[in-house]
């Protein structure tokens, strides 16, 4: 096994070279209601699905999302887009494309003016598009607009709707079908209902790649997936899950999926279960639309779980900005064994500052060894304590 030292954040991986995994995109869903959790209440719920037993990510509650497809790239989108949006470029760049890229900012948002003024569709507009698209195809929202300048009514406005209801049920189901099969016919279905992706109520949540171990999970089963966050302003008339990929939905405030993966009623990967802990910072939409409006200019970057195994067979995931993550850590490398550290558990726990997680038998251990004492970078909200959500009342 190879030994790691304790050190900051790993380097952004290079542009410039071939990645060894699949590139996605996930969509974190909020809508208004009033759901409560045992004394912590909140006024929106999210949409989680549940992945299928033969899916990547077997059984689990994840957010709506999917691989990117080369039609999310078309440069059809920019015609399309230009119909609705006068000026879409200059608005592309004033709106998508950061003003500054610090050290940390993730390389799969570059900006690049000079392609999209040549009909490109950058990356800013197509990892949106695959979001939207997927979350069509496994839940039957349709996040549509015929109206795009939202900002008009006010940067942290709420503006994004599911327009579904514009298609009976029938229609749905058959578009559904249609995308499935075939990802240029969600270009065709904007046209056929004179609309467009709803793009600008997508707001870059997060940025995660699963770690590669052989044996644990191949570099073609890796994915590299932009979380995005959408408010919207009703919560849908229906939802529906497209038993191919999914099995179930949910609508879920944080808290409450948090108590089912107590009540071992949930699984989860670590993604899921650091992104809910994160939301559980915000009890108000109109906080959590505030909040994503105004981090969002800032970008986000990668992380890249890395896994060691300490002195006494502990299995530790440690996230950038952690104390023990490696400065060299290559994100491409598919490592042949989960690396050792040179420290106990306890001695790790010594290390400041933190953003890790422990592998553990039980969802309760799991969530009390999670800590983040890290300053977070590009304005990320840390984890909210632990102690919120054990103090719930619930009826384990």
């Not at 060894?20 to 969509?27: F, Q, V």
């Not at 690396?339 to 038998?361: A, G, H, N, V």
Request: a positive charge; aromatic letters at 12%.
């Amino acid at each position: 096994m190879t030994s790691v030292h304790a050190g900051r954040i790993g380097k952004a991986f290079c542009s410039g070279k071939a990645r060894p995994w699949r590139e996605a995109s996930s969509l974190i869903i909020a809508a208004p209601s009033n759901a409560s959790s045992s004394g912590i209440i909140s006024d929106y719920s999210l949409l989680y699905l549940k992945r299928t037993s033969g899916s990547s990510f077997p059984n689990a509650y994840v957010y709506p999302g999917g691989a990117l497809d080369n039609a999310d790239r078309n440069p059809k989108w920019i015609l399309q887009f230009s119909k609705y949006c006068k000026n879409f470029i200059s608005c592309v760049i004033n709106d998508f494309f950061l003003k500054s890229i610090g050290k940390y900012q993730s390389d799969l948002f570059l900006s690049d003016t000079t392609s999209l003024k040549k009909g490109a569709v950058p990356n800013e507009i197509a990892f949106r598009i695959c979001a939207i698209r997927e979350a069509f195809e496994e839940s039957g929202l349709l996040l549509l607009t015929s109206d795009p300048v939202w900002k008009k009514q006010g940067f942290t406005d709420i503006r994004c709707k599911c327009v579904a209801s514009l298609l009976s049920n029938q229609q749905v189901e058959v578009w559904r079908k249609k995308v499935r099969e075939n990802a240029e016919e969600f270009f065709n279905l904007c046209v056929f209902l004179n609309m467009v992706p709803d793009i600008w109520s997508l707001k870059e949540w997060s940025q995660w790649l699963t770690p590669a171990f052989s044996g644990f999970m191949k570099s073609n089963k890796r994915f590299d997936t932009v979380f995005y966050c959408c408010c919207l302003r009703e919560m849908p008339s229906s939802v529906s899950y497209d038993a191919i990929e999914t099995t179930e939905y949910l609508w879920k405030s944080p808290a409450q999926m948090i108590e089912m993966f107590l009540a071992k009623k949930a699984h989860f990967f670590p993604p899921q279960i650091i992104e809910n802990m994160r939301l559980l910072n915000f009890t108000a939409i109109e906080k959590l639309n505030e909040y994503i409006c105004e981090r969002s200019s800032l970008g986000i970057e990668r992380w890249t779980p890395y896994i060691v195994v300490t002195k006494d067979s502990m299995h530790v995931e440690l996230l950038p900005g952690d104390a023990a993550y490696p400065e060299d850590f290559n994100e491409s490398t598919e490592l042949t064994g989960i690396p050792s550290i040179d420290l106990t558990y306890e001695q790790l726990k010594s290390l400041q500052p933190t953003f890790r997680m422990r592998f553990t038998l039980t969802p309760k251990d799991t969530l009390m060894s999670l800590s983040c004492t890290a300053k977070l970078k590009l304005g990320q909200i840390s984890t909210a304590p632990i102690q919120s959500v054990l103090n719930m009342q619930s009826s384990l």
